[in-house]
């Protein structure tokens, strides 16, 4: 059995650049479909409208374990594998997809009707009425939550290690496989995550209280 | 696409799914009531404990907040035997899962007792009622109007939260996938089959809940 020294927490110190990686990405990807799947769900294209409520509701519905496992097992159907990085890095992305795309999508609903009726009487089109007018208002609104979801997806980006993907967690399992002290070397991984997380929430929190101090 | 679907193990499995599926409810149901006293007892405390306790209450809410629930099962089932707290994979899951939707039910219920104002209550003892009347009329049907979506949805978020027990091997539906694919290689259909299984669970309690809000709680419209 090894000794937990100093070569093995920087092992676990290391592995954080996965973590943060992989939240970056799943961050960026999921931004990209959030925003396909607020727009679909506000838009006025009825089927486009239903196909969003479906995409966010099958999202909500089953848990971030299953999406991942399946994100990792679907593409073999069609006979490509793929590097638990990629299926995490995929899975993830889908999942921030839908709930982006809902808080948005909320944020974007609750900009003053208006401002919609506004930008249509100087009659802007689609396109110019969401980027010039709608999107800077709803943005201000979406920040405290989507903040909040960030700190969602940092946290699920550790059940990548259930597939495969070593990253925090899964870097403290081998260490603890090797050393045995489940106690520290979780305790450890926890304060980790704390840290990231804590002010990203701290933020959230003071953003979302500054925001109904201006709306009153 | 040169695959070839193949459920029959799958579904030759189904007392194994559904007593998984059975697991996975009660885990959840006891987790949640469990969960919610702890939700009572820390929002009260928050509300009009001392100070080291708010403090203490305040440092637990963020402490597994900012953590994932992963981390936490890990350490209850792990890390307590260092500790020389030995627990089963069962009882180490329906810990975990206590201990952390107690911090997000303390919140949730704080929120509901903040929502009912002083004025109210005045009105109601004003108004000749007795003080059982008051908290039936005045306090308990508001409070529950107030947090019953965040508390119903936060039953649904444990549900689901509940496949990450399978990391400790507890018994419940997640895990019984987990032994199904390693013994028939059929990995897609296992996984798209139990999640489909999470959904249907998911799609009943949101029309439960629904239905139930529909019928005792809608609120008069004006």
Known sequence: MRELGPNEILYILAAVRWTVLLSI?????????????????????????????????????????????????????????????????????????????????????????????????????????????????????????????????VKGTSLASIIGFVELTRAAQVINNATFQPFKIFLLVALIYFLICWPLSAYSKRMERKLLAASR | MSYEFDFTDVFAAWPELLQGMLNSLVLSTLAMAIGMAVAVGGALGKTSGPKPLRLAIDGYIELIRNTPFLVQIFLIFFGLPALGIRLSS???????????????????????????????????????????????????????????????????????????????????????????QSRTFRSFEVYFVVTCMYMAMSVFFWSIFDGIERAFLAKPTR
């Open chain 2, 90 to 180: 069962n009882t180490a899951a329906l810990l975990a899962m206590v201990v952390n939707v107690g911090a997000y039910g303390i919140e949730i219920v704080r929120a509901g007792i903040e929502s009912i104002q002083k004025g109210q209550i005045e009105a109601g003892k004003s108004l000749g009622m007795r003080p059982l009347q008051t908290f039936r009329y005045i306090i308990l049907k508001p409070a529950i109007q107030a947090i019953y979506p965040s508390l119903t949805s936060q039953f649904i978020l444990l549900m689901l939260n509940s496949s990450v027990c399978s990391a400790i091997a507890a018994s419940e539906l997640t895990a019984a996938a987990g032994d199904i």
């Open chain 1, 25 to 153: 990405v799943a961050f960026l990807g999921g931004s990209v479909g959030g925003v396909l799947v607020a727009l679909a769900r506000t838009g006025e294209i009825k089927w486009l409208r239903l196909a969003a409520t479906g995409y966010i509701k099958v999202f909500q519905g089953t848990p971030l374990l299953m999406q991942l496992f399946l994100a990792f097992f679907a593409p073999g159907l069609f006979g490509w594998s793929v590097d638990p990085w990629s299926a995490a890095a995929l899975g993830l992305s889908l999942h921030a997809s839908a709930f982006l795309g809902e808080i948005w999508r909320g944020a974007i609903e609750n900009v003053p009707v208006g401002q919609w009726e506004a930008a249509a009487s100087l009659g802007l089109r689609y396109g110019p009425k969401m980027a010039l007018v709608i999107t800077p208002q709803a943005m201000r609104i979406a920040i405290p939550p989507t903040i909040g979801f960030l700190v969602q997806l």
